[in-house]
């Protein structure tokens, strides 16, 4: 049985597509008008409103939950004060990505921690001798993107202390009469914030919400829009840009933190915190063992244009993101060519009008502006297009993370 | 903006002077400044743009005063001058109304599917020919494309070069398949009536789409000539949609900042409040420019930037000139016929039958219910007058753009046609306000109440288009995009590869190929045979 968020029966009758898709067995709209596009504008250029209530939220409360954290989560916990929030990994003994998600901290006692997928049971298995409790509070509550240009005024209007509230900081405050938490946090790369309610209060704190963002434009963002912005945000997507370690086969598709671009996260490798995975990545720092460098890369786009145009074909800009890893080379098509790497995802985007990916090379081509190839097919036929390597997020404005 | 710089032996000297600083002075002049030139950019006006600004006319409600959609702007542009780190940003249009007359509508979306639907309702016969039009269309654009994108020969040199280069057009053409050479010869002699007839049947969309041949141009869509427009209309793409039109973030204002961000970026000087009265030639050679305070710039490359009469016949003597092009520049086609009426409102215009939400006006809102509409309209400019109802080119940019308005107003910005340069009795120091209120009344009758919503109203007529931004007659175009006045012959036979007979002067106005809209082709196809010459000179 599919379920529906407790925002659903606000959101339902704005989907004029009749296009829903599931999320972790979640009713979500794929998007909500004709034009994916304009939602997709809307976060970059107003704001967007994106249900997001499908991530799995735990809850990790007692004495010993910040030690119990600092020793999972591969981020370090003890450096995030009351009120602040991290984007963080936690990985298996051999240094490989289980997951990614985001951890809240309220106190030294109490933290939340959000993933795509469900990991009570990994969190659990790892908390024996912690005085600790773990909780999966996912069912009782809700989450509201709201991303954009204007998400702060649209939220400030309800909230006026949310005007100071600071990049990756949460707080607690009153919108549509319930008490909510609002944290400066998204999955869009953009000014954002994320509502996170009691179920029983969504619809109530939607309607203060829409009513507040109308004058700003404020539009529901489904799937497809918000899947191009994490793109240029060169946020992770599990399933997309790696796989979690648990479930895979063979090492090939398991990834270490440093493959996957995560170096600035491990600043106290040599410290006295212990976590899981730390032994190996420090090994594999040390032995230089990094397979790949997780990379964005920018398509010369006069290249891409003449492949087509010469032959007869209007160069395809699809900005809806490619499912499909695209292979890269060291060199044009023929003999000798070396696959250096691969596309984890892909497409074109409207606001830098190239397009652009996230991807894994070889580490000796990880520094920005490496040449590589990139394989498309036209015509039924196999052709590579010039492209670089560059620095991700690609699409990284000041306001994202500007105090006001 | 940047003032000339100073160096301890004195000012600064340059390479090259681009006189105005609208968008192809200051694409020419980034190109020219990317290429090492020491490259100063002078604009009379307080702000750079020519007729591509944003200007806040009352406190928070932002109008785009003349030019006000983006589509035709070459893309190579984009990423030569790295527009989009200077902050490019095409703005998505979500949908394009055409409200009729009886109270029924034509709403387009970019959703393919729900288009035909919306065309069947009109008629089930037109919603393919639609497919077929679009397709036919953009193999003729495809066809064109090199054409657009390339400095056009020369038919009148005896150079190996030009000789190539007709060679390579008439290879070209001849590769064409029979119908689509055939669709380009009628669309760029026939009119966009003779075309659209063979497909459509509904006057809604017959209306719609004519529209796009006489923007901006003293022809109905009966005329021969119409075609043309029509199709210079669609060679262009926004956010990678071939014939699409869109928005830029701050309007054409917004992007001409990014412009002129770019140019300074690669260390172009541009100098504001620097009114050029005319360049300086010794023996048949440019040297400099002089400008209104008597200041004298020298440089060995100047390139002119204003429409043909101005490069020809006011910047220079015109006896520096042979006397056939003074006579072709005299009989250049000016005759601006467009006028633009931009308001502040106090809410959404409102009307029966639409959601009430704005959600069907977030794109071109096209006042144009009929072709019989059009020509009528086009009837009374024949004979010198304004349309008794005018074509209105509508677009609520607040509702794209939230940062145009205050938070809950709005801004619409109205091209209107047919509003002639010279009123046969008449005078538009006196007409403006009443061009005003036929438009306002137009628009009331297709939104009742549009009136109330009314906080301010800005009128801009050819004869201030003239006077502010300096088109000669107020032709948006720079000159007619007539055919005796393109590609060969833009804007004077032997004179379309952006030279003059003066050595060291050019032309990069949108009165140069291909120009006419904000294309920026002039601007970069000059920059391109300017530095061709500097390296071939001895």
Not at chain 1, 158 to 169: C, H, K
Not at chain 2, 112 to 127: F, L, T
Request: hydrophobic share 40%; with cysteine.
């Amino acid at each position: 049985m599919i379920r529906r968020t407790p925002f659903h029966e606000r959101l339902a009758p704005l989907n004029a597509t009749g296009l829903f898709s599931h999320w972790s067995g979640h009713l979500v709209s794929v998007k909500y008008q004709l034009d994916e596009k304009a939602e997709y504008f809307a976060v970059r250029n107003s704001a967007g409103l994106i249900d997001t209530s499908p991530l799995y939220t735990y809850r990790i409360t007692g004495p010993d939950a910040e030690r119990f954290l600092a020793g999972v989560l591969t981020r370090d916990v003890r450096t995030c004060v009351d009120g602040q929030a991290q984007y963080t990994i936690w990985c298996d003994d051999d240094g490989h990505v289980v997951e990614d998600g985001v951890v809240f901290r309220h106190s030294a006692e109490h933290f939340w921690l959000t993933s795509a997928e469900p990991n009570l049971n990994w969190f659990l298995t790892l908390s024996p001798g912690y005085r600790v409790t773990i909780e999966d509070i996912s069912d009782a509550s809700g989450a509201l993107a709201v991303q954009g240009p204007r998400s702060r005024a649209i939220l400030a209007s309800l909230a006026p202390e949310i005007a100071e509230l600071g990049f990756f900081r949460h707080t607690t405050v009153t919108i549509g009469g319930a008490a909510v938490v609002v944290s400066r946090t998204g999955y869009t790369g953009d000014l954002g914030y994320e509502v996170w309610v009691d179920a029983a209060d969504a619809p109530q704190v939607f309607d203060a919400i829409w009513e507040a963002g109308r004058s700003h434009l404020l539009t529901p963002v489904g799937q497809q829009a918000l899947l191009m912005l994490r793109i240029e945000a060169g946020l992770l997507l599990i399933d997309a840009d790696f796989h979690s370690s648990r479930f895979t086969f063979t090492d090939t598709d398991r990834l270490s933190p440093l493959e996957l671009g995560l170096r600035w996260m491990l600043k106290d490798l040599d410290g006295d915190r212990r976590f899981v995975g730390r032994d190996a990545i420090r090994r594999e720092l040390a032995d230089g063992t990094s397979r790949w460098a997780q990379v964005g890369i920018v398509v010369d786009e006069g290249e891409w244009d003449a492949l087509h145009t010469e032959r007869g074909i209007i160069p395809p800009k699809d900005h809806r993101p490619v499912p499909w890893e695209m292979m890269l080379f060291d060199g044009e098509t023929g003999e000798g060519l070396r696959r250096v790497g691969h596309t984890t995802s892909f497409m074109w985007s409207p606001v830098l009008q190239r397009h652009i990916g996230m991807a894994r090379v070889e580490p000796r081509l990880a520094a920005p502006g490496s040449r590589v190839r990139a394989e498309i097919t036209i015509d039924h036929r196999y052709h590579t297009v010039a492209a670089h390597v560059a620095r991700a997020p690609l699409f990284d404005p000041p306001r994202k993370t500007a105090s006001r | 903006m940047t003032e000339p710089t100073t160096t301890p032996s004195g000012p600064r000297q340059y390479d090259a002077i681009v006189v105005g600083g609208g968008h192809n002075g200051l694409v020419n002049g980034a190109y020219l400044a990317k290429a090492g030139l020491r490259t100063l950019i002078l604009e009379r006006r307080h702000l750079v743009g020519g007729a591509a600004i944003t200007e806040e006319l009352k406190p928070g409600f932002h109008f785009t005063t003349f030019s006000y959609a983006l589509s035709l702007l070459r893309p190579d542009i984009i990423h030569d001058l790295d527009l989009v780190r200077h902050g490019y940003l095409p703005l998505h249009m979500a949908t394009t109304l055409a409200p009729m007359e009886d109270g029924d509508h034509l709403l387009f979306t970019q959703d393919r599917g729900s288009n035909i639907h919306e065309v069947s309702r009109h008629s089930r016969k037109d919603a393919d020919a639609m497919d077929q039009y679009d397709h036919d269309i953009t193999q003729v654009v495809m066809a064109m494309k090199p054409l657009f994108d390339q400095v056009p020969p020369n038919l009148f040199s005896n150079s190996p070069e030009d000789a190539l280069m007709l060679a390579d057009l008439a290879k070209h053409l001849k590769g064409l398949p029979k119908r689509v050479l055939h669709n380009c010869v009628r669309l760029l002699t026939g009119s966009a009536a003779e075309f659209l007839d063979d497909y459509f049947e509904t006057d809604i969309i017959k209306g719609l789409f004519s529209s796009s041949g006489i923007i901006g141009s003293k022809v109905g869509p009966r005329s021969q000539g119409s075609g043309l427009v029509l199709l210079f209309h669609h060679m262009g793409e926004q956010d990678s949609v071939f014939g699409k039109w869109g928005f830029h973030k701050g309007g054409n204002g917004g992007f001409t900042q990014v412009l002129a961000r770019a140019a300074t970026a690669f260390g172009a000087d541009i100098v504001l409040e620097a009114a050029v009265t005319n360049v300086i030639t010794v023996n048949g050679r440019a040297t400099g420019v002089a400008l209104a305070d008597g200041t004298e710039i020298h440089a060995p490359i100047v390139v002119s930037a204003l429409d043909p009469r101005r490069t020809f016949l006011e910047l220079v003597e015109p006896r520096e000139l042979p006397a056939d092009l003074v006579e072709s520049i005299g009989r250049y086609k000016f005759q601006g016929t467009s006028s633009k009426v931009n308001f502040a409102l106090d809410g959404l215009p409102q009307r029966p039958g639409l959601s009430g939400t704005g959600s069907e006006m977030r794109g071109f809102i096209n006042i144009a219910p009929s072709m019989d509409y059009l020509e009528r309209a086009f009837d009374d400019a024949k004979y010198g007058w304004y349309s008794e109802r005018p074509y209105i080119d509508g677009c609520i940019q607040s509702m794209i753009d939230p940062d145009m308005a205050p938070t809950g107003k709005h801004v619409m910005s109205c091209f209107v046609h047919y509003t002639p340069y010279h009123l046969k009795g008449g005078d538009w120091d006196v007409e403006r306000a009443n061009l005003g209120d036929r438009v306002q009344a137009t628009l009331e009758g297709f939104f009742p109440g549009f009136g109330d919503l009314v906080l301010q109203r800005e009128v801009v007529t050819p004869l201030d288009i003239e006077r502010v931004v300096g088109l000669s007659e107020g032709n948006i175009f720079a000159g007619e995009l007539f055919s005796p006045q393109m590609y060969f012959f833009r804007p004077a036979p032997g004179w379309n590869q952006y030279r003059t007979p003066i050595e060291g002067y050019y032309q990069c106005g949108s009165g140069t190929h291909p120009g006419g809209c904000v294309t920026g082709g002039p601007g970069r196809l000059a920059a391109q045979q300017i530095l061709r010459d500097r390296t071939s000179a001895p």
